[in-house]
């Protein structure tokens, strides 16, 4: 299965909000919230199925720093196992990259260990434990992976 990723734009909006439909729902973003996303400092990343919109992720940017912050990643159960979630990663990478970033963070449920072996396999380290970082009180690890130096291309 060939998977193409590219930049969201207004008229993913719906299909971004039911992709979400997968997580709990104080996990989830509104349409609001995919809109605003959408004109804000970020790249959102989607990637479209056979069925439609398969994956997802969106990585934000601040003015004042070089660091990317991987705010969400969501991969329709059918497009799970396909390699989606490392090519959605392998693409912010080289996007923050392109931005002048040395790093790149996010934030995972400490029990979530599918998401943490996605991240440990693309050399994200925990940097930190944040304690009842979730609404319904799970605590999250910080993880980082710096951008400096080699890609993973040219290694």
Not at 46 to 51: H, I, L, M, R, T
Not at 123 to 133: C, I, N, P, Q, S
Request: proline share 3%; with cysteine.
């Amino acid at each position: 299965m060939t998977q193409t990723v590219r930049a969201a734009t207004p008229e993913d909006v719906a299909a971004l909000t039911e992709l979400e439909l997968a997580f709990p729902e104080e996990d989830r973003f509104s349409r609001r919230t995919w809109q605003r996303l959408l004109r804000g400092n970020s790249a959102i990343l989607v990637s479209d199925g056979e069925a439609g919109l398969d994956g997802a992720l969106v990585l934000l940017f601040r003015k004042t720093s070089r660091i990317a912050r991987i705010y969400s990643i969501s991969v329709a159960e059918t497009a799970r196992g396909t390699g989606l979630s490392d090519k959605l990663l392998s693409e912010s990478e080289a996007i923050s990259r392109q931005r002048g970033c040395v790093a790149i963070r996010l934030e995972v449920r400490e029990t979530n260990s599918r998401a943490k072996r996605l991240y440990e396999r693309h050399d994200y380290r925990v940097m930190a434990r944040a304690a009842g970082y979730y609404p319904d009180g799970e605590a999250a690890l910080r993880m980082e992976k710096p951008l400096v130096g080699l890609s993973r291309e040219d290694q």
